[in-house]
């Protein structure tokens, strides 16, 4: 595997890697949790140029500036909200993933952050979203070999836990 994943317990606004990956929702405009903290974080300058994006559909991603965020740029991806696991939701939250890393290569980034998407009001079960995490990060990455420096970075431990028996079982397939 190219990209190294690693685990990182804190608070995404802090890390200095090229982008930092914001769990959005389709307006761009802000929200809670994540998304939240990394509007705070930015400053205003984030949301004037949200605005100009026109939102985005739920598995894609769009990159801004980070302006006052220690990282160079956001990447804002919309996660599916979790129903029952029988709408698509798998297949939406892995392109999340895919379609991050696939503009990271495209602005020719090395370095991104990720926060645990769709775990916290959208309500998809932590373990199985960690899970599809970390295989669509380790099969995007091994087509991107740009891409040097991954981090899953958790705010608490139970996302930190969730995060790390992902990557243990991913090791032993």
């Not at 307006?27 to 985005?56: F, N």
């Not at 991603?61 to 160079?72: C, F």
């Not at 669509?136 to 970075?153: D, F, G, H, Q």
Request: aromatic letters at 6%; hydrophobic letters at 40%; glycine letters at 8%.
């Amino acid at each position: 595997m190219s990209a190294k994943l690693t685990l990182l317990q804190g608070d995404i606004c802090q890390l200095a890697v090229d982008a930092i990956v914001n769990a959005a929702n389709s307006s761009l405009l802000g929200g809670g949790g994540v998304d939240g903290a990394i509007h705070r974080a930015a400053g205003p300058d984030l949301i004037a140029e949200c605005k100009t994006l026109g939102g985005c559909e739920t598995g894609q991603a769009k990159l801004t500036q980070g302006y006052l965020l220690p990282a160079k740029y956001v990447i804002h991806t919309v996660g599916p909200v979790y129903r029952d696991g029988h709408q698509n939701e798998a297949r939406l939250l892995a392109s999340c993933y895919q379609n991050s890393i696939a503009l990271a290569e495209q602005y020719q980034l090395r370095s991104l952050a990720f926060p645990a998407i769709s775990c916290g009001v959208y309500g998809y079960p932590l373990d199985e979203a960690c899970r599809i995490a970390v295989n669509a990060i380790t099969e995007s990455c091994a087509c991107y070999p740009n891409i040097r420096k991954v981090i899953l970075c958790a705010y608490d431990d139970k996302v930190h836990q969730a995060w790390l028996s992902a990557l243990q079982s991913s090791q032993h397939h």
